[in-house]
């Protein structure tokens, strides 16, 4: 079993939709999860942490489950601009690695 | 300020040959990792430099090497390169902390073997 396994894409999506992306992690030590965005032949970039309590940012909302070891990222109102890959990551330590999943791809469509 | 830069931007190598690969991490950063994505996969974890020694490595063969610099700077050498190494190298530096913080990672360098 992968460490950290997400939907398989990718996501084709109107303008406006909203679309939820889930993520399982196997290591139940983890103790910290973000979302990185990845653009085509770019680097990966922190979209946001992720939080026991949910957080939000904006359109983002991100949803951490430890009892599940489940993660979820909910985009609302899609825009063009958010077509790219959405990396789950999982991080035990701090100083650990951290733990990429595939990355699920989303091309929002005008 | 400058974030993390990587050098060379594309690299094309053959078979055989032996690659070297530089990271200088942002202001502040003292702690380098290393990541291998393949076309379609997600980042994989290489191994991490810290006060000039390589602290975690994952699952990689000997041929992947590297060093710290005093000015926290970083390289990663392949060695005998094979045709599946072709994949884009990032770098990621972070502050050596107890608790999780944010690893600002690179352009990355893609390295074509033929």
């Known amino acids: 079993r992968k460490e950290v396994e997400q939907d398989p894409g990718p996501f084709n999506v109107p303008e406006g939709a909203t679309v939820a992306f889930n993520c399982t992690y196997s290591n139940s030590a983890s103790q910290s999860f973000f979302w990185y965005r990845q653009d085509c032949r770019k680097e990966p970039k922190l979209l946001m942490s992720v939080y026991s309590s949910g957080n939000e940012d904006g359109r983002f909302t991100a949803q951490l489950n430890r009892a599940s070891q489940y993660i979820s990222l909910l985009i609302r109102d899609s825009k063009l601009s958010d077509s790219a890959t959405y990396l789950c990551v999982v991080n035990i330590l701090g100083n650990t690695p951290l733990v990429f999943g595939k990355g699920t791809r989303l091309s929002v469509i005008a | ?114």
């Open chain 2, 1 to 114: 300020d400058a974030g993390v830069t990587q050098s060379p931007t594309h690299l094309i190598k053959t078979r055989g040959q032996q690659v070297t690969l530089r990271c200088s991490p942002k202001s502040g950063h003292d702690t380098v990792s290393w990541y291998q994505q393949a076309l379609g996969q997600g980042p994989q974890f290489i191994f991490q430099y810290y006060e000039e020694e390589e602290r975690q490595r994952g699952n990689f063969p000997d041929r992947f090497s590297g060093h710290q610099f005093p000015n926290y700077s970083s390289e990663l050498n392949v060695n005998a390169l094979l045709l599946g190494d072709s994949a884009l190298y990032l770098c990621a530096s972070s502050k050596r902390t107890g608790w999780s913080t944010e690893a600002f990672f690179g352009q990355g360098t893609r390295l074509t073997v033929v």
